[in-house]
């Protein structure tokens, strides 16, 4: 009679539990991205709210109030820039939009690469090539500015997700840890329990640095990007800035859509695209070989070819919640798959030592 012995069950209850798993995750990946979100929210308010409860009295009573302080502060200093620079930056998102079926009909027609040729003293025959080569690929071009409007436009729609992010943050900055020791409680075996606060330590600590070095990087680029585009004579800046400075939140292929999106409007409108290609590259040099090893230093511990790879996989799977997941859902992994194998290998060490003769 067929039978399945205690391995092979394990064997299959693991697979059948990590199936169900990732059907799930890949069904809920909206869901789990705005949660996931919300974590980093939390994480990165988590120094303030540790600051408020340890300073202020109301704080040191009931954390409750920390958060809520935080808030507050939070609220008044967003309003104050949204009402300092929002028309501004909003305006200048109205003049991109409108501007996009004039930068295609220039394509169209011709005007674009007489521009060029008038502005940099082309040849008659240069101006034809380069008018030639955009007639050309006069339909990639359109596909792009439509995918990226598709995209504004889905980002706007989603925009009310947004206001659920920071109410989810207060439960996770409220309960978060409790929740956590609550889990590690559960499990029976104390050796097991150590091993589970060892790995969720190092996950605590990495998504920890991870947002708050990343929103520090981000920082930096939108700045760099604006002033630059700024000096450079580049029409609509502070949106594109914005843009660049999003964008660097996808390692390794976010800075190569921004800089795309950015030389190509300065192509197309006749702006310093070249200079800012040239500052473009030296700014990457900066970024990838002085601020991110100062900032974020060796935190994810990942091979570039290792988030590149997971970037391509979450997109293909997860669309842009895949892409946002992989790369900090292949760093627990990494800690996951490192510390079992550490625990696995001190154990065998231990079977192997040989056993001491008793004196008589």
Request: glycine share 8%; hydrophobic share 55%.
């Amino acid at each position: 009679m067929f039978s399945i012995d205690d391995h092979a069950g394990n064997v299959v209850t693991t697979v059948t539990v990590f199936m169900v798993a990732a059907t799930i995750l890949y069904v809920a990946r909206g869901a789990f991205l705005i949660l996931f979100l919300s974590l980093l929210f939390a994480y990165l308010l988590e120094p303030a709210v540790a600051w408020i409860q340890h300073h202020s009295r109301l704080g040191q009573k009931n954390r409750m109030w920390a958060i809520a302080q935080v808030y507050l502060v939070g609220t008044l200093v967003l309003g104050g820039l949204g009402y300092e620079f929002g028309p501004h930056f909003a305006a200048q998102i109205r003049n991109l939009n409108a501007a996009v079926p004039g930068i295609l009909d220039g394509i169209s027609s011709g005007r674009t690469a007489a521009g060029l040729g008038g502005r940099h003293g082309l040849s008659a025959t240069q101006q034809q090539w380069i008018k030639n080569q955009l007639a050309r690929n006069h339909d990639f071009i359109a596909h792009g500015f439509e995918r990226s409007a598709a995209s504004a436009a889905y980002v706007a729609e989603s925009a009310i997700w947004l206001f659920v992010i920071p109410i989810l943050a207060i439960f996770i900055l409220r309960d978060g840890r409790q929740l956590a020791d609550s889990i590690i409680e559960s499990v029976e075996l104390r050796r097991d329990q150590t091993q589970i606060k060892r790995i969720y330590g190092q996950v605590d600590t990495m998504l920890a640095k991870f947002i708050r070095a990343q929103l520090a990087l981000a920082a930096l680029s939108f700045v760099f990007y604006s002033v630059s585009m700024l000096v450079l004579g580049f029409p609509y800046a502070v949106a594109l800035g914005v843009v660049g400075g999003a964008l660097e939140f996808l390692p390794a292929v976010g800075w190569i859509a921004s800089a795309a999106a950015i030389l190509t409007i300065g192509f197309l409108t006749h702006s310093h695209w070249i200079w800012m290609a040239g500052l473009i590259v030296v700014w990457r040099l900066v970024q990838d070989y002085v601020n991110s090893p100062l900032i974020m230093g060796d935190n994810l511990k990942l091979q570039p070819l290792t988030v590149v790879f997971a970037l391509m996989v979450g997109g293909q799977v997860g669309g842009i919640a895949g892409m946002y997941l992989s790369v900090p859902a292949v760093a627990v992994l990494r800690i996951v798959w490192l510390e079992c194998r550490t625990a696995r290998n001190s154990a065998s060490s231990y079977l192997d030592q040989p056993l001491m003769q008793a004196k008589a």
